[in-house]
């Protein structure tokens, strides 16, 4: 089956740094990609919508300026957390839906960012 | 928007027993239902689907029924085993290229031996 990779897995830093999260579609094409986050015990929470070569699309409440999305390739999705607070601490999952029009979404493994 | 709602939060069912989560959703549009399993600090994957042309689907010990007119549909596992265990998120969407899910809160599943 389709599969997405997520890097780093875990990452831990300092308030007031930026984080970079890659998500990757490493066997098919990916013209749409979304990030999630999830906290313990939670759902799902939509954060965004990925268009290759397009802007991203947010969801209500989510900072833009705050989670950068950049999608530039097929195969590949960055999120980037802007000047990092612990509440931004939490878990990041991406999804990738494959260009040939299934309607499923691939999950990624998830990035667990721990700000300090 | 689309809501979607899911009960029960947490379900506890003996080794072979059968166990049960319903869904229910909001936008009449919607028309794709996957559900999803997630371990403890896994991904979520697939494990079932259902379409609105259809009202019921089964692959092997899971099930899914939908009731488009009442805008709900279900889970079931029978003879659950330990490895059953984990978060079932049920999610609705419109089935239009591009268009993300909506999760439920998710059911906590555990199977006790």
């Known amino acids: 089956g389709a599969v997405v990779s997520q890097h780093p897995s875990r990452v831990i830093c300092k308030s007031g740094t930026s984080v970079k999260i890659e998500c990757r579609s490493l066997?098919?094409?990916?013209?749409?990609m979304f990030w999630y986050r999830q906290f313990p015990k939670k759902s799902l929470m939509l954060m965004a919508t990925s268009n290759e070569g397009s802007k991203a699309t947010y969801e209500q409440g989510v900072e833009k300026d705050k989670f950068l999305i950049n999608h530039a390739s097929l195969t590949l999705s960055t999120l980037t957390v802007t000047s990092a607070h612990p509440e931004d601490s939490s878990f990041y999952i991406c999804?990738?839906?494959?260009?040939?029009?299934?309607?499923?979404?691939?999950f990624g493994p998830g990035t667990r960012l721990t700000v300090t | 928007g689309e809501n979607v709602e899911q009960h029960p939060s947490t379900l506890s069912v003996q080794e072979g027993d059968s166990a049960v989560i319903k869904c229910t959703y909001s936008?009449?549009?919607?028309?794709?239902f996957p559900w999803y399993k997630q371990e403890l600090g896994k991904r979520p994957q697939l494990i079932i689907d259902i379409r609105s042309n259809v009202g019921e689907k089964k692959d092997q010990r899971i099930a899914v029924t939908l009731n488009k007119t009442a805008k709900h549909f279900s889970l079931h596992i029978t003879e659950t085993q330990p490895e059953d265990s984990a978060v079932y998120f049920c999610a609705a969407s419109r089935r239009n290229y591009g268009q993300n899910f909506v999760f439920g809160p998710g059911t906590r599943l555990s199977v006790l031996p």
């Open positions: 066997d098919f094409q990916a013209t749409t």
């Open positions: 936008d009449s549009a919607s028309n794709y």
């Open positions: 999804s990738a839906r494959d260009g040939q029009g299934t309607h499923e979404q691939y």
